[in-house]
């Protein structure tokens, strides 16, 4: 039965991506405070964008998320559910990170291929699925070399199916596009935006590239000093900056 709820869960066309309210957030370690008071809301299949300058808290609070880190106080809820105390093998969100974490000893395919294999697919869905996300991705021809066969930007385009292929509820990214040129990053920030439609998963990715967040996001959620600035869609923050912090990052100078 198990076997069948994964596979069907697995198999299932564009399943909707979570919504996901986070109340009261903090994170101190010792008397460093991190995260401070912090309320977000993400609805269903949106791309949020958490924008802000080293040290601001946006790979702690993705960490949270992800259940990577436990909170020192605050509520993270995911589809209605509180998913605070839930470890992160058991949240069931897809990872990107900047590194690109592959296993060196897997092809291309079988490296994409891994998360269907431990939920269960059969062999010939994982194929399929396999194949499709690494069209996604233009990386179908290499679907036989090792990771260190390729280069920077293929092994990302790899990580990426890899984190897309099981078509997560949630995908959280940790500047995936941070290691590569810049015009590698353009390329890879459109296929990021292909990807996410095709599987329908909600996005939260983490930057401090101002230019990425505008172009990528239907939200941006602005750190600094860990706590959340202003969270509004793009042309919002030009027009309607909150504040002089939010002025300065991204408001008309007229
Ligand atoms: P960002 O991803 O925005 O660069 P981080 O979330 O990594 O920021 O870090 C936020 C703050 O938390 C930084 O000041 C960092 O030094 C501090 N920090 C992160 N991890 C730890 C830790 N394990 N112990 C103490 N301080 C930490
Ligand atoms: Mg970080």
Do not use: C, W
Request: aromatic content about 6%; proline content about 4%; hydrophobic content about 40%.
């Amino acid at each position: 039965m198990a076997q069948v709820m994964a596979e069907r869960a697995a198999t299932s066309r564009r399943p909707a991506g979570a919504s996901i309210r986070i109340r009261n957030a903090r994170k101190s370690y010792g008397t460093t405070t991190v995260l401070e008071h912090l309320d977000l809301d993400i609805e269903a299949g949106e791309f949020v964008t958490l924008l802000g300058p080293s040290g601001s808290g946006k790979s702690t609070l993705l960490n949270a998320i992800a259940g990577l880190e436990n909170l020192t106080g605050g509520t993270i809820e995911v589809d209605g559910r509180d998913l605070t105390h839930v470890p992160a093998h058991r949240r069931g969100f897809g990872m990107v990170f900047q590194s690109y974490a592959l296993f060196p000893h897997l092809t291309v395919a079988e490296n994409v291929g891994y998360p269907l294999r431990i939920r269960h697919l059969n062999t010939r869905n994982r194929r399929a699925r396999v194949e499709k996300y690494l069209q996604l991705v233009a990386l179908d021809h290499v679907a036989d070399r090792l990771p260190s066969q390729l280069s920077g930007g293929q092994q990302q385009r790899v990580s990426l199916a890899r984190a897309m292929v099981f078509e997560p509820r949630v995908l959280l990214m940790d500047e995936p596009l941070g290691a590569l040129d810049r015009n590698l990053r353009q390329a890879l920030q459109f296929e990021i935006r292909k990807l996410q439609l095709e599987a329908g998963s909600t996005v939260i990715y983490v930057t401090h590239d101002h230019d990425e967040a505008l172009s990528m996001s239907d939200k941006v959620a602005l750190l600094n000093g860990g706590r959340i600035v202003q969270v509004a869609a793009p042309p919002e923050l030009y027009r309607n900056p909150r504040n002089a912090y939010v002025a300065a990052a991204f408001g008309e100078t007229s």
